[in-house]
């Protein structure tokens, strides 16, 4: 995945640009960068966080940078900000999203006689130097930006820090979210509303669809209209965004009381205790423990001051391994009890067994599972946060062969629970994970819990329908 963090002062903003990207890390460990314009140059500085803060890492950089504009990315797919001279001047660029047709692009400015791209060591081409060589070959920033949008397949939002401030464009369907913060003498954008407030920044506007802003230390102008057609990642609210964060009016933590009780009210189980998977499933467990009038408990603690988050490793085996390391079971609260977790999704669903396993091994009577969404049946061709090398590696497809014996010419009877093929699909997963019982939410609800237009919200995941 990964997020962006942008600010234009009439003071020195390299500390805010720190701060304010760091509080994107929950989004990416991979990659971070920051680019400062000094009011003469681009001073920029990129680090490698797969195992360390970002904070930590960039903290000694923090010296010599200085200058009134800056942007800041964390990423989990390449080294940015980029900084780039062209004919439109000089500028520095960040993006986050996912361009499905890379390579048909490139084809096409190959054909118009561009020159070369540089390759990473793996022959693949940085999507953030694609986006600025679209842009490039417009005559002014807001033609760039909407050639890009109208190119990519995908999504693509991108910052663009001139001398002069900084063009922010959401992805035209509005995929993920970008805002505006204002505090006095200083304008942010930011993909997290949450870093506004430590910051001394208040929300001021949030963009549109498709639309570009200019922002300067006196303000913003939309240079181009918002789209009339919105598709938001429904996993902001359910799973990735962060808990203090708000994206169309609605707090991803409130969010999560409400699917929470909604799943809560349609659940008979007998348990003695009601726990979230950390971090994303607790706000769902207490919306589900508040309605349920079942404790809410903590049967397992996350160790986090060193083990970073276990979805962001490269390696699924590391992945797995640092999920195992970092909970801790509490045996007195575990032994001979009933348990129900709820978790923000359940994807390859290796972690989740294990921590059956981990549940079974201190003596738990039951381990039940509630997914605060419904079965994951397709992989995101739209942003890279739940990104697999194959579809296959989702647990629900792989209960679906289990039970057809091949992949079936349609999966809309798997993705409709008033359907016996449904409920056998759920059966075959709990099955493969060792549950006590299953149940996942519905998507009727879980869009009502998020309390905007339905038709506004990107369900492919579920139903493959985006």
Same mark, same amino acid.
């Given at each position: ?44 500085? %990129? ?8 904070? !930590? ?32 001047? $000089? ?17 096409? &400015?190959? !054909? ?10 793996? +022959? ?24 890009? $949008? ?10 663009? &820090? ?9 992805? =035209? ?36 669809? +498709? ?59 007998? %348990? ?53 390391? =970092? ?18 999704? %359940?994807?390859? +669903? ?5 921590? !059956? ?21 397709? +992989? ?17 497809? $792989? ?39 299953? =149940?996942? $939410? ?25």
């Amino acid at each position: 995945m990964g997020g962006f963090f942008g600010v234009v002062s009439r003071e020195d903003c390299v500390n805010d640009v720190y701060f304010g990207t760091d509080y994107h890390s929950h989004l990416g460990t991979s990659m971070g960068g920051m680019a400062i314009w000094s009011g003469s140059s681009f001073n920029r500085a %990129i680090h490698s966080i797969d195992n360390t803060q970002f904070r !930590a890492k960039f903290e000694s950089d923090l010296p010599k940078l200085n200058g009134k504009l800056g942007i800041g990315c964390i990423s989990d797919t390449e080294p940015q900000p980029l900084t780039v001279r062209s004919r439109l001047g $000089q500028y520095a660029i960040s993006t986050v999203g996912k361009i499905n047709n890379l390579d048909e692009i490139v084809d096409k &400015l190959f !054909a118009n006689h561009h020159t070369h791209f540089l390759e990473t060591n793996r +022959g693949e081409i940085y999507p953030t130097e694609l986006v600025s060589v679209i842009i490039d070959q417009e005559n002014s920033f807001k033609d760039g930006l909407l050639k890009a $949008q109208e190119l990519i397949d995908g999504s693509c939002s991108i910052l663009i &820090l001139t001398p002069r401030g900084i063009f922010a464009s959401r992805d =035209k369907m509005g995929r993920t979210p970008v805002m505006v913060g204002k505090k006095e003498g200083s304008y942010c954008v930011s993909f997290e509303s949450c870093t506004f407030a430590n910051l001394g920044y208040s929300f001021e506007y949030e963009l549109g669809p +498709g639309e570009i802003i200019f922002m300067t230390a006196d303000g913003y102008e939309t240079v181009s209209p918002p789209r009339e057609k919105m598709k938001i990642c429904a996993f902001l609210w359910v799973y990735y965004g962060y808990p203090s964060s708000t994206y169309e009016g609605m707090n991803v933590e409130v969010m999560r009381y409400r699917n929470g009780v909604a799943m809560a009210k349609k659940d008979d189980v007998e %348990i003695d205790l009601v726990a979230g998977i950390p971090d994303s499933g607790i706000g769902h467990a207490i919306g589900y423990s508040n309605e349920s009038k079942v404790p809410y408990g903590r049967p397992f603690i996350k160790y986090t001051p060193t083990w970073a988050r276990s979805f962001m490793p490269q390696d699924q085996t590391i992945r797995n391994l640092v999920a195992r390391m =970092k909970l801790m079971p509490i045996p007195e609260l575990v032994s001979g009890k009933r348990l129900l977790f709820c978790d923000d999704s %359940i994807v390859r +669903g290796t972690q989740l067994r294990e921590t !059956a396993d981990l549940l079974y091994n201190c003596n738990a009577r039951e381990v039940h599972i509630r997914s605060a969404c419904p079965p994951l049946v397709f +992989g995101c061709k739209y942003l890279n946060f739940s990104a697999s090398r194959s579809e296959m590696d989702l647990v629900a497809r $792989q209960a679906i062969i289990k039970l057809e014996g091949r992949e079936p010419e349609s999966f809309d009877e798997y993705c409709d629970p008033s359907h016996d093929k449904y409920h056998c699909m759920v059966n075959c997963i709990k099955e493969i994970l060792s549950f006590s019982t299953l =149940k996942y $939410q519905n998507l009727p609800d879980m869009l009502d819990s998020i309390g905007i237009d339905h038709e506004k919200i990107c369900t492919y995941c579920w139903n493959g329908k985006g």
